[in-house]
């Protein structure tokens, strides 16, 4: 859903990469690039504008940070208000403290409600619940008999009026089903309620009468995220219409740009608490607003990397070593040093797993061992600090003794001298490459 606001927001932030310094200038410039690739992704004017403000203020108002260049800082501002218009911390479900625990759906027709009730009811099956469905949408033909599908699928219990009994009231089955879901001791009940195609004032009314009756903990709106920014006119008319407590946003596996998710919390005021990405019952999961943000920005971990780095970073160490890689002065003493601050981050299979793309190097990184490396570090111990500034003068003598010294064998010396020459060359072209 967000592959393309993902693609220009990467690309923008990756023009930062390599500036030393960045001028506001530099940051009015990223800015308004973010602005078009919002409004391009359909985010609502208002979040936009909002938005822009609030990551110009932050990067020019930046702190200049040892751990962090100056394009981190930015995506690590751009992170934290994409995670802040997204909702913040995680929004759990209110629970009765006297079951049952209400929740009501409410939203237009087609939106996925029906599918969400059994979504919802199979995830709370999942964590232990004993979920009972309620079908009060008896306007749609089908509506009642979709609902029983879904709950048999689910494997959950559905409470429905009789067919053939006419048209029924809505109102007195959500009534009934709270006796029902006592009696047969359900802990949650939830209420499957009728759309229609467009915002109407009955459809209005009927769920609020449904909602004053049963008092539910929670009211969850559900909008087609595939809307666009009719998503955002409809959540404030069931705003003001009926009221909810949290949106579920559904369809987010579709192509659409995906500007409805990034609006409707900040313009409702009101938390996302779940997404469903397809037709299936699993295709569902609690909303996250830290992890959409780190996917929308499609950096794999990099983010976690950049608070680890910002918690371990020694600015003087980095500080020397950045300028030995420069000039291709690093010696063996710097890559131990290198080496012991880069394990103090974490075990190395961790900090490589957390870089995009590493998905694939899953069977290289089992590879990876702590051991082996405890051993570079020996055999670079059990050199003198000659040896250690200018490698080359290690001859075949010298090599016995290290490695007798380190209790390792010849060719260990050799293969750590010879992947020292390999890793100072890459680490310059490196260098050269992000304008270090
Ligand atoms: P309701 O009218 O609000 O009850 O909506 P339904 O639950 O009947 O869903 C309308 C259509 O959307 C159905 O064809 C569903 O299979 C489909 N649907 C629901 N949720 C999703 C989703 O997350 N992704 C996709 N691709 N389709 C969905």
Redesign the pocket.
Known sequence: MFDTLSDRLTSVLQNLRGKGRLTDADIDATAREIRIALLEADVALPVVRTFIAKIKERAKGAEVSGALNPAQQVIKIVNEELVAILGGETRRLNLAKTPPTVIM?A???????????G?LARWLKGQGHAPMLVAC?LQ?PN?VT?LQV?AERAGVAVYAPEPGNGVGDPVKVARDSLDEARRAQHDVVIV?TA?RLGVDEELMRQASDIRAAVSPEEVLF?V?AMIGQDAVTTAEAFRDGVGFTGVVL?????DARGGAALSVREVTGMPIMFA????KLE??DAFHPDRMASRILGMGDVLTLIEQAEQHFDQAQAEKAAAKIGTGELTLEDFLEQMLAVRKMGPIANLLGMLPGAGQMKDALAQVDEKSIDRLQAIIRGMTPAERNDPKIINASRRLRIAKGSGVQVREVNDLVNRFYDAKKMMQQMAGRFGM
């Open positions: 759906l939203g237009l027709q087609g939106a996925g409600k029906t599918t969400l009730a979504k949408d749609r509506a979709q879904v499957d759309g559900v087609d559904t369809k987010l596996d579709g469903s990405n397809g037709e295709d569902f």
